[in-house]
């Protein structure tokens, strides 16, 4: 019977020429995706294709009742409250089973967190084994964590190893020469000594990058899609024609207030013309009080633009004197933080950064429910009668044109 297996799986290598690539002996594409043929003609969501998602729902109490309502035997619909495919994500984003579980993750990870302070705590004086503080750690963190219904061991596993790859430098740093100030980012020091120029920092930031989107926006734009009328800054092709036109007019309004302050002077000195000069002097100073009005509208008019102009350099330029004394207040603040202080602000690292780890893989375990969701969503939705109906009635509206034309 050995042999008779050893000769099969010899063949069967023979029939591959011997090529051990492990798609040629395992097939890992996934399974056909269902259709249901009565669901595609007359409406209606498959229940078992629900079901099959169970594992999913069960993590979310609550979650499929909101979703699905009874239809007929064997098919569901989609709830009254979601109209369009967006409400569908609209609701996992206010869905309060979905908030609940990655709630019951938080409180346990705060959880696991106090029962190991003792231990982290220790780290400099007693000296223990990365290899070992790793292994103790993921053991009892995994038993928490699959205690609850969305990670199961091997993703419970995987999130913890990613997060202690994160910190593993921290950590051994720590057992060799205790709680450091160096090992806190440039801009946690700033928030725990200096928040009020991490804010600045920030909010100048925030201001400039919305100040840029709208210029980008503009610029971006078609040369028929861009008015005035519509948005407050300017393209900058329209900009610099209408800023060559101001530039123009004050050349034109430079040359006659010239003129007419040559022509002032000739009557303050008694000139024989002298009133012909009056006739003319007036005839300028109405000319250039006219290019004024003219230059003050047309500068109006870009008024707005200029302004936003000068408070994005503004924010530009603070934003370059922060950074620029960044380093010397962080080196500053570094002074002043006790290894106590230290220990405080690493240690609350540490804890923020396991709970993104295990909340990265929550978020996707959701997302990949959301989107088998908007998969059945675009399956079933639209049906054969509904195709079938839009056309009779874009089918009317074309012969109603036609005859309205004098078509029959």
């Given at each position: 019977?050995?042999?008779?297996?050893?000769?099969?799986?010899?063949?069967?290598l023979e029939n591959e020429e011997f090529n051990f690539n492990i798609r040629r002996f395992v097939d890992n594409a996934p399974p056909p995706e269902p259709q249901d043929v009565h669901a595609h003609?007359?409406?209606?969501?498959?229940?078992?294709?629900?079901?099959?998602?169970?594992?999913?729902?069960?993590?979310?109490?609550?979650?499929?009742?909101?979703?699905?309502?009874?239809?007929?035997?064997?098919?569901?619909?989609?709830?009254?409250?979601?109209?369009?495919?967006?409400?569908?994500?609209?609701?996992?984003?206010?869905?309060?089973?979905?908030?609940?579980?990655?709630?019951?993750?938080?409180?346990?990870?705060?959880?696991?967190?106090?029962?190991?302070?003792?231990?982290?705590?220790?780290?400099?004086?007693?000296?223990?084994?990365?290899?070992?503080?790793?292994?103790?750690?993921?053991?009892?963190?995994?038993?928490?964590?699959?205690?609850?219904?969305?990670?199961?061991?091997?993703?419970?596993?995987?999130?913890?190893?990613?997060?202690?790859?994160?910190?593993?430098?921290?950590?051994?740093?720590?057992?060799?020469?205790?709680?450091?100030?160096?090992?806190?980012?440039?801009?946690?020091?700033?928030?725990?000594?200096?928040?009020?120029?991490?804010?600045?920092?920030?909010?100048?930031e925030a201001r400039r990058d919305e100040l840029q989107a709208k210029f980008d926006e503009v610029n971006e734009m078609e040369d028929d899609v861009w008015n005035e009328e519509d948005y407050e800054?300017?393209?900058?092709?329209?900009?610099?024609?209408?800023?060559?036109?101001?530039?123009?007019?004050?050349?034109?309004?430079?040359?006659?207030?010239?003129?007419?302050?040559?022509?002032?002077?000739?009557?303050?000195?008694?000139?024989?013309?002298?009133?012909?000069?009056?006739?003319?002097?007036?005839?300028?100073?109405?000319?250039?009080?006219?290019?004024?009005?003219?230059?003050?509208?047309?500068?109006?008019?870009?008024?707005?633009?200029?302004?936003?102009?000068?408070?994005?350099?503004?924010?530009?330029?603070?934003?370059?004197?922060?950074?620029?004394?960044?380093?010397?207040?962080?080196?500053?603040?570094?002074?002043?933080?006790?290894?106590?202080?230290?220990?405080e602000l690493i240690m609350q690292r540490w804890l923020r950064t396991l709970q993104q780890n295990v909340n990265d893989y929550l978020q996707a375990h959701q997302r990949q429910l959301l989107q088998?969701?908007?998969?059945?969503?675009?399956?079933?939705?639209?049906?054969?009668?509904?195709?079938?109906?839009?056309?009779?009635?874009?089918?009317?509206?074309?012969?109603?044109?036609?005859?309205?034309?004098?078509?029959?």
């Amino acid at each position: 019977m050995a042999k008779s297996k050893v000769i099969n799986e010899h063949n069967n290598l023979e029939n591959e020429e011997f090529n051990f690539n492990i798609r040629r002996f395992v097939d890992n594409a996934p399974p056909p995706e269902p259709q249901d043929v009565h669901a595609h003609l007359q409406g209606g969501i498959p229940e078992n294709e629900v079901k099959a998602l169970n594992d999913y729902f069960n993590c979310y109490a609550g979650l499929e009742s909101k979703l699905f309502e009874p239809l007929k035997p064997n098919y569901l619909k989609f709830s009254d409250s979601i109209a369009h495919k967006e409400d569908i994500k609209k609701l996992f984003d206010e869905s309060s089973a979905i908030k609940n579980a990655f709630a019951q993750y938080n409180q346990a990870i705060g959880e696991w967190w106090q029962q190991q302070l003792p231990l982290l705590e220790q780290l400099p004086e007693q000296k223990t084994s990365v290899f070992d503080l790793y292994h103790t750690f993921s053991a009892t963190l995994t038993e928490k964590l699959i205690a609850l219904p969305i990670l199961e061991e091997f993703k419970s596993r995987g999130s913890f190893a990613a997060y202690w790859n994160s910190i593993t430098n921290d950590i051994k740093s720590v057992d060799a020469s205790g709680w450091n100030a160096e090992l806190i980012p440039d801009d946690e020091i700033l928030q725990s000594q200096f928040p009020e120029v991490l804010k600045e920092l920030k909010d100048n930031e925030a201001r400039r990058d919305e100040l840029q989107a709208k210029f980008d926006e503009v610029n971006e734009m078609e040369d028929d899609v861009w008015n005035e009328e519509d948005y407050e800054v300017w393209r900058s092709k329209e900009l610099k024609e209408h800023k060559d036109s101001i530039k123009e007019l004050k050349g034109e309004r430079k040359e006659a207030d010239k003129e007419y302050k040559l022509l002032l002077k000739r009557i303050k000195a008694g000139a024989v013309d002298s009133a012909q000069l009056k006739v003319e002097s007036e005839k300028l100073r109405a000319e250039v009080e006219r290019l004024d009005a003219q230059i003050e509208e047309l500068e109006s008019r870009i008024a707005k633009h200029s302004e936003l102009e000068e408070e994005l350099k503004m924010c530009k330029r603070k934003i370059k004197e922060i950074k620029d004394r960044k380093q010397a207040l962080v080196d500053q603040a570094r002074l002043l933080i006790s290894p106590e202080e230290a220990k405080e602000l690493i240690m609350q690292r540490w804890l923020r950064t396991l709970q993104q780890n295990v909340n990265d893989y929550l978020q996707a375990h959701q997302r990949q429910l959301l989107q088998a969701i908007e998969n059945v969503w675009e399956k079933y939705t639209t049906t054969l009668q509904n195709i079938l109906g839009d056309r009779q009635t874009q089918t009317e509206l074309f012969d109603a044109y036609l005859l309205e034309l004098g078509y029959e």
